[in-house]
Every structure is written in C-alpha cells, then in structure tokens.
C-alpha cells in the first residue's frame, strides 16, 4: 500500500500555500483538528530603566562629537541642577544658543558684551567639553548700527559696512581663539526658491548690494573669521539642506567660495525639522557636500524633530506629554537618522540638538503664531531619556 504523502513533501509541491495549509490541517476551522488558541498580542515595549542610560558622548565616540545648543541659564547648578547633569554626563560639545550672536556681543560700534558666552565657554572648557561657535553673520541678529551711514555715496557706505563686519569678526573671532573648535561664520544665506541662490532680505545683502555684488559679505565674512584664527573650522550653516531645492543653492554658494580660494571648511546641516523627516534627504545632503569637495567637513548643527508636521497638526498636545505611538513615531525617525548620521562617520564630526530635554526648546515659541508645547529632543521634561534617546543608543531596544 502506497504511503501516504508528507506534508514537507506536499509543500514543495503544492500548488498555492492556502491548499496546502487545508491539507495539513493547518487552515483553521478544518473538520477535526484542533482550533488554535487565539494569537496572544505581544507585551507593550516598557520604557528602559533610566538608571542603565549610556552616556551619548561614549556611544557616539567612535563616530562624532554629540552636542547640544545651552543659554546661560542652564549651566547654573543652583537653578537647573538636572541640566548641568545631562550636560555633563551626555554631551562632548557645547554650541552657545544665544549668546555668541551679535545682537548680544556688538552692543554699539567697537563695545562688546561677551560675558554671556564667557561664562559658558569657561562652564564647557571645566568640564572637558568643547564648543561650537554660533553665529557671526545672521541677518536676524545683526543690529542697525552695522548699517547706519549716509546711502547717497554707495561706494563709500558699502565700504563703511564693510570695515564693521570685518572689524566685528576680526574681534570677537580672536577673542574666543583657542577656546572653540569652529564658528557659524555665516547663517542662513541661502535662497530657498529655485535658482534664487542667495537670500536677499538680509540687510547684508541690501546694504552690500548698493554697490557691486551684494552676496560678497559671505566671502568677507570668511576671509575675515580665518586671518583672525588660522586653526577654527569655519562653517556655512543653513536649514532645509535635506530639501533638493535649497541645498542646490547652498552648495552653489559652496562650490563658488571653493572656487575663489576663500577659506571654508565645512557645511552645517540645521536640521530642524519633524517626526516624519525622512533620513534619505539628509543622506542626500551628506552625500553632496562629501561630493563637492573631500576637504569639506559636514556638522549637524540644529538637530530637533517637532513632534507637529504643521502649524496645526495636531494643534497642540499640551503639556501633559505625547502619545506613545507618537514617542514612539520620533522615535523611529531619530533611529533612521542616526543610522544614516553614523554612515557618515568620515565627513561629519559632530551633531547637535538644539537644546538638552524638552523642558527648553525654542519651538514652544516659534513657528506658530501661538504658543504650543513641542518635545522635540532626546530627554522629556523630567531630563529623562525618551524612546528617541533608547532608539539611537541601542539598536535592540523595541519600540512603542
Ligand atoms: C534660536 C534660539 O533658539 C532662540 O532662543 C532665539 O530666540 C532665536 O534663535 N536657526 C538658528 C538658531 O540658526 O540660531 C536659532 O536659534 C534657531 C534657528
């Protein structure tokens, strides 16, 4: 008598699974057989025990410097203890937010306030951490003194605007010499249209532009920031690079600074962005700039990822926290980027969040016309590592 065939046999054999699975017995509601028992839904992820969290600085050690962006008065241990305690654990780099700007430094012609920055540079340099500079040049914090003069005779007024910026650069870049290993010397030049290639609402560009090429201050600005300190990296920082349109511009200023000799080492990625980024873009830009030149180093300098993909989606989450599938939404999207982040390891040297824990992100007050609570960073209000924290540090770690 002919042995009845093995269902192992069947299964090469067999023409469609869902026969198959019927022969076996396997399909469920099959005559005799034994109904299953109902799938058991896995257990939630749980929220790694805060006590076992590495330090960011070692696990990214191998690969770049891990920042974040401080104001002064989080480096105070009376007031914000729980700051000065993730800023020492975490981070191998400090940018100073604010007060490195010039609507903070060029109080008037020639007067300068640096004591805000002082004290936090001398906060980083106790505590073995190094600094980014931010920012020389940014049209949104440059004061109307840079521009004030008589317009009638251009030639003359650009060239008075002229020795304010290389003055202003030539001082407060020697002044913090030695003490930080690169300035924004440059922020947010670019155009964000097609072809546009630099912004020209900057009152840089305005006042420059009444006389001959009015982008010419970005060169100043970089051939001024390198005779003051031979050793700084110097950078052009902007946002959006992750977008096609904007980084063809950027890097359209690049390749022309490259091509005139004029000293830039690098390209900083801003990165503000959302829980829906997608990586491949900022892959994109790190490509580009590897591409453009092996001499340009690449820095995320703004790294956040607002957990709202519009000024009003959702509206506002208050702040009793996010929803997990929305922690856990970030989450991905911070792992995803990481990955790409440390792909890179060759060309970029650090990245920075814009800010230590969501107790301070300057989204609670920006890009909306009212307030909303963001929580956009790797620590929660309480400074505890989030699920975007746990996704970059340990590839293991299940998520919500
Ligand atoms: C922001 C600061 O975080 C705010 O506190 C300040 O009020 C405005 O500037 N791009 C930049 C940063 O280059 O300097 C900006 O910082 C955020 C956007």
């Known amino acids: ?30 005559g005799s057989s034994t109904p299953r028992p109902p799938p058991s839904t896995p257990p939630a992820p749980q929220l790694p025990d805060a006590s076992t969290a590495p330090a960011l600085k070692t696990v990214f050690a191998p690969y770049f410097r891990i920042g974040a962006a401080v104001v002064l008065e989080q480096i105070d241990a009376a007031t914000h203890p729980d700051d000065v305690a993730l800023l020492t654990k975490h981070f191998s780099s400090i940018t100073v937010a604010n007060a490195m700007k ?4 060029a109080v008037a012609e020639g007067q300068y306030n640096f004591e805000p920055a002082d004290q936090i540079v001398a906060f980083a340099q106790d505590n073995g951490i190094e600094v980014r500079a931010h920012t020389l040049v940014w049209h949104v914090t440059s004061p109307d003194w840079f521009f004030a003069g008589d317009r009638s005779d251009p030639v003359a007024y650009r060239a008075l605007v002229r020795h304010r910026l290389q003055t202003y650069i030539t001082d407060v870049v020697t002044h913090f010499k030695g003490k930080v290993y690169a300035w924004d010397v440059v922020n947010e030049v670019a155009g964000a249209t097609e072809g546009q290639i630099y ?5 840089w560009y305005e006042a420059y532009s009444l006389s001959g090429e009015g982008a010419d201050y970005i060169e100043d600005a970089f051939r ?7 050793d700084v990296k110097l950078f052009i920082n902007d946002f959006l690079t992750e977008n096609a349109v904007k980084r063809a511009n950027l890097l359209a200023i690049v390749q022309d600074l490259l091509d005139k000799g004029v000293p830039i080492d690098g390209v900083g990625h801003q990165i503000h962005s959302q829980i829906n980024l997608s990586a491949a873009g900022v892959d994109a830009a790190l490509t580009a700039v590897e591409e453009l030149s092996p001499s340009l180093i690449n820095e995320v300098t703004e790294l956040d990822l607002s957990v709202y993909t519009g000024p009003s989606v959702p509206s506002n989450y208050g702040a009793g926290g996010i929803p997990n599938a929305v922690a856990g939404q970030q989450a991905r999207t911070y792992r995803e980027l990481f990955d790409v982040l440390r792909r890179h390891d060759a060309s970029l040297d650090s990245v920075t969040t814009w800010g230590i824990s969501d107790a301070e992100t ?3 007050y920006s890009g909306t016309t009212f307030e909303r609570k963001d929580y956009p960073l790797l620590f929660d209000v309480q400074r505890q ?11 293991a770690v299940q998520l919500p």
């Open 362 to 364: 300057w989204l609670d």
């Open 224 to 230: 001024a920031a390198r005779a003051a300190d031979p």
């Open 199 to 203: 912004r020209t609402d900057s009152p």
């Open 102 to 105: 010039a609507d903070t430094i």
């Open 1 to 30: 008598m002919q042995a009845p065939r093995s269902c192992a046999l069947s299964t090469i054999l067999a023409a469609t699974s869902v026969l198959l699975l019927a022969a076996c017995g396997g399909g469920g509601g099959g």
């Open 385 to 395: 590592p989030k699920w975007s924290f746990w996704a970059i540090v340990d590839p």
